[in-house]
């Protein structure tokens, strides 16, 4: 099932070089979908580690057996950015690191951390520095456990989802 299938087509004004209207029908990519769905059990996922080669596309084809369902892997974790909410690959992560921060200065201090991980002033007694690059690549690892919907509730999820974007 491809994903904007379903979606909802609209009309949409497009304004010509001499402010003619063309009315061109589009599909509604705007339309969101939050989990709203009745599946919200843990017992009905699995839990999984993402490692630095998997893509929502490669877990669907494995899980459900078709990579068009990767939205379901998405869906069942909130994601609606599989560019930002996807967790990067090592050597995406060092690229997004260097544009954030500056070549310069990814090891530069970000904060400091007492042994309970928590944010603490430097001067505090046990506090370790946290490099920009530690404190995005701790970000990116928290990422990595997500949720799969088991497969024998992607029918399902298909048939709610349909309803949810029709409405």
């Known amino acids: 099932m491809a994903y904007f299938k379903y979606f909802p087509i609209i ?11 063309n009315v061109q029908v589009i599909t509604d ?4 979908v939050r989990k709203k769905l009745e599946i919200v059990n ?15 596309e490669s877990l669907a084809h494995q899980m ?5 369902l990767h939205w379901i892997i998405l869906y069942g974790n909130y994601m609606t950015n599989p560019y930002y909410d996807w967790p990067l690959t090592y050597f995406d992560l060092q690229k997004f690191v260097n ?4 070549a310069a200065n990814i090891n530069n201090i970000h904060h400091y951390e007492d042994a309970d991980k928590y944010e603490v002033d430097s001067t505090a007694s046990g506090a ?3 490099t920009n690059f530690v404190h995005e690549e701790t970000l990116n690892d ?6 799969i919907i088991k497969p024998e509730y992607t029918q399902q999820i298909i048939t ?7 409405e």
């Open 11 to 21: 009309n949409y004004d497009v304004r010509g070089t001499k402010n003619d209207i």
């Open 128 to 130: 370790t520095a946290i």
């Open 64 to 68: 459900y057996g078709d990579s068009t």
């Open 29 to 32: 990519i705007l339309r969101r």
């Open 99 to 102: 544009k954030k921060y500056g």
């Open 160 to 166: 709610e989802f349909k309803k949810i974007v029709i």
């Open 142 to 147: 928290a990422k990595r456990q997500i949720n």
């Open 42 to 56: 843990h017992a009905y996922f699995d839990q999984y580690f993402v490692m630095d080669d998997d893509t929502p």
